[in-house]
C-alpha cells in the first residue's frame, strides 16, 4: 500500500473520485514495519538490561549443567584424595610394621643419648629403647625388655631372618635391661642394655612349629624337660645363630648355651654344609659359661660395646669375690683353685 503513496497524489487532480478513494485507502493501511495496536515491542526495541523472556530457560539450564559438571568434578576429587589418604596411612602402617620387624626405631625410645656406661655386671644405661612384640618376636610377660639401640634392633632382624626362612616362627625374648640399666632380678649381667635372654625355637612331636609362652628347658638329647613330646628345633635355632653372625650392624660377642646344645647346632650346621668358616664362627661365640645359670633353655646374647660408646662401656664383665661367685650356685668343681681372671659372665673361674 505504501507504493500507492505517490501514484495517488499523481492522480488526485486528474482522476477525482477514483483518486480520492484510494488516497484514503493508503492513508488507511498501517506502514510496513510498525506495530499493531497494543503489541509488545519486538526483541531488539526492549528496555536493555533484561534478558529475553524466549531464552531464559536456556540459560537456566545451561547454568544448571555447569553446575551439575562441577559437582561431579569435585566429589571425583575428593574421592582421589580420600583414597589417596588412605593408601598413605596403609603404607605408614607398613612401613611401621616392616622396620618394627627388621629393626626400626621405637616410640618407647629414652629422648637421652644412647650410654652403656660399666661392665655388663656392674654399670647403668640411658637412652635405651624399648623392645616390643612384633609379628615374629613376642616379648614374655613381666620382662624387662629395654636395651641399647643395637641390642633391640639385631633381635628384630634376627627373628624377621628366621620367620622368612622357616614361616611360622615367633622369637620369645624374655629380659633384657632395665630402662635406667643397673642390677636385675635374677641375672649377675643385664646391667648396661647389652644382654637379651631369648628362648629356644621348639617342635611337636611331628616336627611343627610349637609356640609357647615361657622358656622350655631340654636334656643333651634334645628332648624337652617338662613338655612331652617336645623337642628342640635344630633348624630354627641355627637359623637364629646364624642370623646373629651374619648381621654386620649386630656386632654379636657371645651366644651363651649348655655344651651339649651348641654340639647339637654346629653338627646341624655341618650336615647342611654351612661354610666352614660361619661354623668356627659359631663354635667360637657359643659357650657355656663356668659357675652360672645353665643355659639349657635360652640363649643368653650379648652384644659388643659400640665404638661410639668405647671409653665409658667395659667389653668384659668385672671379677666378682669367690665367695659372692659361690652364693648363688656352687662351682662345679669346689676343690680347684679360683682364678684371678675374671670369666666373661662375671665370676671367677675355676
Not at 130 to 136: A, E, I, K, V
Not at 212 to 223: I, M, Q, S
Not at 276 to 291: C, E, G, I, K, T
Request: net charge positive; charged share 30%; glycine share 8%.
Amino acid at each position: 500500500m505504501p507504493l500507492l503513496r505517490p501514484l495517488s497524489r499523481r492522480c488526485l487532480a486528474s482522476r477525482g473520485p477514483l483518486a480520492a478513494l484510494l488516497l484514503a485507502l493508503s492513508l488507511a493501511a498501517p506502514a510496513q514495519g510498525a506495530p499493531a495496536a497494543g503489541a509488545q515491542p519486538a526483541a531488539a526495541e526492549q528496555q536493555p538490561g533484561k534478558r529475553p523472556q524466549n531464552k531464559r530457560p536456556a540459560a537456566r539450564r545451561s547454568s544448571a549443567d555447569g553446575k551439575g559438571e562441577t559437582r561431579a568434578a569435585r566429589s571425583a576429587r575428593a574421592k582421589e584424595k580420600a583414597k589417596e589418604r588412605a593408601g598413605k596411612k596403609r603404607a605408614a602402617r607398613r612401613d611401621e610394621a616392616s622396620r618394627a620387624e627388621r629393626g626400626g626405631t621405637d616410640a618407647g625410645a629414652d629422648e637421652r643419648k644412647p650410654l652403656s656406661k660399666g661392665a655388663p655386671n656392674r654399670g647403668r644405661l640411658t637412652g635405651a629403647v624399648r623392645l616390643r612384640s612384633s609379628r615374629h618376636l613376642k616379648t614374655r610377660e613381666g620382662a624387662r625388655t629395654w636395651g641399647l639401640p643395637v641390642l633391640v634392633k639385631t633381635l628384630r632382624r634376627a627373628a624377621f631372618q628366621v620367620a622368612k626362612k622357616h614361616g611360622d616362627s615367633a622369637l620369645l625374648v624374655g629380659d633384657l635391661s632395665a630402662r635406667a640399666g643397673g642390677a636385675l632380678d635374677g641375672h649377675n649381667s643385664h646391667q648396661t642394655g647389652r644382654d637379651a635372654d631369648v628362648g629356644f625355637y621348639v617342635v611337636n612331636s611331628k616336627g611343627k612349629n610349637l609356640r609357647t609362652d615361657r622358656f622350655v628347658a631340654f636334656d643333651d638329647e634334645g628332648n624337652a624337660i617338662g613338655l612331652p613330646g617336645a623337642r628342640f628345633d635344630d633348624a630354627r635355632n641355627w637359623a637364629l645363630v646364624q642370623a646373629l653372625l651374619e648381621d654386620r650392624q649386630a656386632g654379636v660377642k657371645y651366644l651363651f648355651v649348655t655344651d651339649a646344645l651348641r654340639a647339637r647346632l654346629l653338627a646341624h650346621a655341618a650336615k647342611k654344609r654351612v661354610p666352614a668358616d660361619l661354623r668356627a664362627r659359631a663354635a667360637a661365640a657359643m659357650m657355656s659359661p663356668r659357675d652360672a645359670d645353665l643355659h639349657n633353655d635360652h640363649f643368653h646374647i650379648r652384644v659388643m660395646c659400640p665404638p661410639s660408646m668405647r671409653g665409658a662401656c667395659i667389653e668384659e664383665s668385672l671379677a666378682r669375690p669367690a665367695c659372692a661367685a659361690d652364693e648363688p650356685k656352687k662351682a662345679l668343681d669346689s676343690a680347684a683353685p679360683a682364678a684371678t681372671e675374671p670369666d666373661i659372665y662375671g665370676v671367677p673361674s675355676r
